[in-house]
């Protein structure tokens, strides 16, 4: 394990290794989970352990159900914290498949591949976190977006009652409204698991689209 012990402020840091431990400066008083997906928490917490959000069944397909009853702040491929001073640390990797965790007055982040490269920087909170994302954007690219499209979902209006009937019917009365992008996530597939097929879903893509 690649350890580092001393950081200095606005001093960026790339490292290559498998596994790496920071010690920290000082004790933190807030870290930063990064979810794994859309319905995991992202946000700036306390350093204690969270309660678990309800329905419990439901609690492993939240976060990566490798680490759903990890006990010490955690988060997928990069961790914050925040100082008394209200100065930032984060560890963040420059690559996928990574989780980094708090444990008592360390931050360790660990690849589940092979050797990776890891960002590591100690300064203001918005200056970390533009620096990290000027470097995951150098690896992988980045889109640049001044438009944000208005986004009808089934998922989020239909959850899983959708099928042929219904969502035609509900298109339709979406016609006067200023959607852009009508988003199906299930019906569409061969075999779909939830809800009932959309036999013509491309005849039915070609009729929305010239309305």
Known sequence: MKKVKELEINKPQIINAKQIQ????????????????????????DIKPLPKQKPVIFYPLQLDVEYAYEKNPHGSWLGAVEFADGKILLLGALSTDAHV???ENQVEGHSEADEIEWFIMLGDESQVFHQYANQLKSRFGHVEKNHVPRVWCSWYSLYTMID????????DALDDLPFEVLQVDDGWQKKSVI???????RRACK???KK
């Open 22 to 45: 920071i010690e920290l400066p000082s004790q933190p008083i807030k870290y930063y989970r990064h979810g794994w997906q859309s319905w995991s928490l992202a946000a700036w917490t």
């Open 101 to 103: 965790h708090l444990i």
């Open 207 to 209: 009729h929305w689209q």
């Open 195 to 201: 809800g009932k097929q959309i036999k013509n879903f």
């Open 164 to 171: 042929e009937e219904i969502l035609f019917k509900t298109f």
